[in-house]
């Protein structure tokens, strides 16, 4: 081989190292799953019934708008996203704001799933959350995404995301804004 080719060949191996050693994405930046500011952004949520769903200039922790839910008493009205990225890799946080316009807390659970079929509650996450009257930023760190089986969910596969109240006994009105991810 001649010197230029070998240098060629040398350079081109680091550019291939280099390349699969780089993230794929900056992880200086949040990355933003639904901040509900346009009518578009209610067309990536899966609707259902029991679960009432608007655009307000209520509760609003970012931008313009936030999204307002009606939950009204059923076994788990809540919201449930679709169009999200699915990659979670990279980031160590997830984070939520919640306004609770009424006078007592409200106790919602968040569900997250990295297997594409509605695994068994062993095998996905499961947590419950607290949101006070008034506005919450709520942050899950991935260092607790771990199913009740013990198992760690997989950051690059996320399939469904979703926050629900657990048999409400009166509707409950809830606004949810700038929903993200945070390196």
């Known amino acids: 081989m001649t010197k230029p080719c070998r240098w060629l060949y040398a350079f081109l191996i680091l550019l291939i190292i280099v390349t699969a050693c780089t993230p794929s994405r900056p992880l200086e930046t949040d990355l933003i799953i639904n901040d509900f500011e346009t ?11 029991h679960t009432l769903f608007f655009l307000s200039d209520q509760g609003v922790s970012h931008g313009q708008s936030s999204l307002r ?25 997830l984070d939520v704001s919640f306004f609770n316009p009424g006078p007592s807390e409200l106790r919602l659970a968040v569900r997250i799933d990295d297997k594409e079929d509605a695994p068994a509650y062993e095998d996905r996450f499961n947590h419950g959350l607290t949101v006070h009257p008034g506005m ?10 771990v199913c009740p089986s013990g198992r760690r969910l997989e950051p690059a596969h996320i399939y469904s995301l979703m926050f629900f109240a657990v048999n409400p006994d ?14």
């Open 170 to 183: 009166k509707t409950v009105v809830l606004f949810v804004d700038d929903l993200r991810l945070k390196p």
């Open 69 to 93: 839910m009606e939950l009204t008493p059923s076994p788990y009205p809540g919201v449930s996203f679709k169009d999200f990225p699915q990659d979670w890799r990279g980031y160590s946080f």
């Open 136 to 145: 919450n930023r709520l942050s899950i760190p991935f260092s607790s995404l």
């Open 39 to 49: 009518d578009a952004d209610l067309d990536r949520l899966r609707w259902k019934c």
